[in-house]
């Protein structure tokens, strides 16, 4: 009897390695899939945007205020997108950016969305 607990467990053991890989590809693409997921709000504000960038401000932010005085010195276009309204959204922008204030700021003139950060690097940006 103790021969075949032991077979059984050598066999169990050799179906856990062989499982091990596998799982852990499915976990690493689930894992993929959800932050892909929590950044689609984000992406698809920033895709149909037609201005030059998309800022996500809240109340009252002098520096939300600083970056919009900054685009529109140099005469460039912006969306605006309030998250006091929309804490769903403004845990994405953070977990896509790992930003937490605002203002949020990509410039979107070129292919793909680029993250410029606050208004402090906008100014330095630009």
């Known amino acids: 009897m103790l021969t075949t607990l032991?077979?059984?467990?050598?066999?169990?053991v050799?179906?856990?390695?062989?499982?091990?890989?596998?799982?852990?590809?499915i976990k690493q693409?689930?894992?993929?899939v959800g932050h892909s997921l929590a950044f689609m709000p984000v992406n698809r504000l920033?895709?149909?945007?037609?201005?030059d960038f998309v800022m996500f401000t809240s109340n009252w932010c002098p520096y939300?205020?600083?970056a919009k005085n900054i685009l529109g010195a140099k005469k460039l276009s912006f969306?605006?997108?309030?998250?006091?309204?929309?804490?769903?959204?403004?845990?994405?922008?953070?977990?896509m950016t790992g930003h937490r204030t605002?203002?949020?700021?990509?410039?979107?003139?070129?292919?793909?969305?680029?993250?410029?950060?606050?208004?402090d690097q906008l100014q330095v940006y630009l």
């Open 14 to 25: 050799k179906w856990t390695n062989l499982l091990e890989t596998p799982l852990k590809k």
């Open 102 to 119: 605002v203002p949020a700021i990509w410039d979107i003139r070129g292919e793909e969305p680029v993250f410029v950060g606050g208004a």
């Open 6 to 12: 032991s077979k059984l467990m050598a066999v169990l």
């Open 79 to 95: 969306e605006e997108h309030n998250l006091g309204n929309n804490p769903n959204l403004q845990m994405a922008v953070v977990q």
């Open 64 to 66: 939300c205020t600083k």
């Open 29 to 32: 693409a689930l894992m993929k």
């Open 46 to 51: 920033l895709k149909r945007s037609k201005k």
